[in-house]
């Protein structure tokens, strides 16, 4: 089982980035997906999550209309699109995988600064 991130890097505040974290060794589309953030010295807290199969969407308040998520089965990959980021919004990202057994990725740094 694989969960491997990409996108990350050092953006200007009020810029875009989008994540992806590419998925194997598992049935992808059966399990819910979801984006978890931690900053320096900060617990790990959720960004975004999309159930499966339904594909209902949620955000934590703080990048509601900012962050979307959104995942294509055929290519076993979900995506994060994050837009107006904010120096806040520094952290380590990282994709997860839910179901009756739990897979993280390894993580992507996302720096907003000028």
């Known amino acids: 089982v694989q969960l491997v991130e990409s996108g990350g890097g050092l953006v200007l505040p009020g810029g875009s980035l989008r994540l992806s974290c590419a998925a194997s060794?598992?049935?992808?589309?059966?399990?819910?997906m979801s984006w978890y953030r931690q900053a320096p010295g900060k617990e790990r807290v959720l960004v975004a999550g999309?159930?499966?199969?339904?594909?209902?969407?949620h955000y934590a308040d703080s990048v509601k209309g900012r962050f979307t998520i959104s995942r294509d089965n055929a290519k076993n990959t979900v995506y994060l699109q994050m837009n107006s980021l904010k120096p806040e919004d520094t952290a380590v990202y990282f994709c997860?995988?839910?179901?009756?057994?739990?897979?993280w990725g390894q993580g992507t740094q996302v720096t907003v600064s000028s």
């Open positions: 060794g598992f049935t992808f589309s059966s399990y819910a």
């Open positions: 999309m159930t499966s199969p339904s594909g209902s969407t």
């Open positions: 997860k995988a839910s179901r009756n057994l739990v897979y």
